[in-house]
């Protein structure tokens, strides 16, 4: 095989691979996210709170689960019940 042969099919590779990136770019959202929601344009990516807004339900969630979930990122947590 001439260099020039190995040249085209190396092209060709880098092309399907930058378009396979692309598209799981445009696809994917983090792994927090439910499905169908989208981190949007602000700065730190925080997903809506409570189970509704998670990926997979919990096997048990209280208030205390859901007031810690509703203060995340503040700086304090939530007094306990």
């Given at each position: 095989?001439?260099?020039l042969h190995w040249g085209v099919a190396a092209a060709a590779g880098y092309a399907i691979y930058r378009a396979v990136q692309k598209?799981?770019?445009e696809t994917a959202t983090p792994a927090a996210f439910a499905p169908?929601?989208?981190?949007?344009?602000?700065?730190?990516?925080?997903?809506?709170?409570?189970?509704?807004?998670?990926r997979s339900?919990?096997?048990k969630w209280d208030k205390q689960d859901q007031a810690i979930d509703e203060s995340f990122p503040a700086s304090d947590p939530p007094a306990t019940y």
């Amino acid at each position: 095989m001439s260099i020039l042969h190995w040249g085209v099919a190396a092209a060709a590779g880098y092309a399907i691979y930058r378009a396979v990136q692309k598209k799981n770019a445009e696809t994917a959202t983090p792994a927090a996210f439910a499905p169908g929601e989208t981190p949007g344009e602000n700065f730190s990516k925080v997903r809506s709170a409570g189970t509704a807004g998670m990926r997979s339900d919990p096997p048990k969630w209280d208030k205390q689960d859901q007031a810690i979930d509703e203060s995340f990122p503040a700086s304090d947590p939530p007094a306990t019940y």
